[in-house]
């Protein structure tokens, strides 16, 4: 079993920053690509960063400048560093990573229980 569990998220007022982390565990043989998503009220899910294997991090044009994604690949760790926070980023952050469980196995999806991020005018 594969688990990813977020921590970080919370009550901030615009402007302000939160630091999210989310870490690994489980039968993991492999991981690939690591990001952040976020899902707003009667919104769809959205990419808000991702980060490969190696380092190269991608990420949602509302969100350059602001956000920086990094990652401790011997932590099997992601973490979002979130500055110049507005309110419009209010949101469930899930933590997703595409892991290989074994070297036999191809990598899948998973997913976080998602962090709760609000932003106060």
């Known amino acids: 079993q594969v688990q990813l569990v977020e921590s970080g998220g919370g009550l901030v007022q615009a402007g302000g920053s939160l630091r999210l982390s989310c870490a690994a565990s489980?039968?993991?043989?492999?991981?690939?690509?690591m990001g952040w998503y976020r899902q707003a009220p009667g919104k769809q899910r959205e990419l808000v960063a991702s980060?490969?294997?190696?380092?190269?991090?991608n990420y949602a044009d509302s969100m350059k400048g602001r956000f920086t994604i990094s990652r401790d690949n011997a932590k099997k760790a992601v973490y979002l560093q979130m500055n110049s926070l507005k309110p419009e980023d209010t949101a469930v952050y899930y933590c997703n990573a595409e892991i290989a469980s074994s070297f036999f196995a191809p990598s899948r999806d998973y997913w976080g229980q998602g962090t709760q991020v609000t932003v106060s005018s």
């Open positions: 980060i490969t294997s190696g380092g190269s991090a």
């Open positions: 489980g039968s993991i043989f492999s991981i690939n690509t």
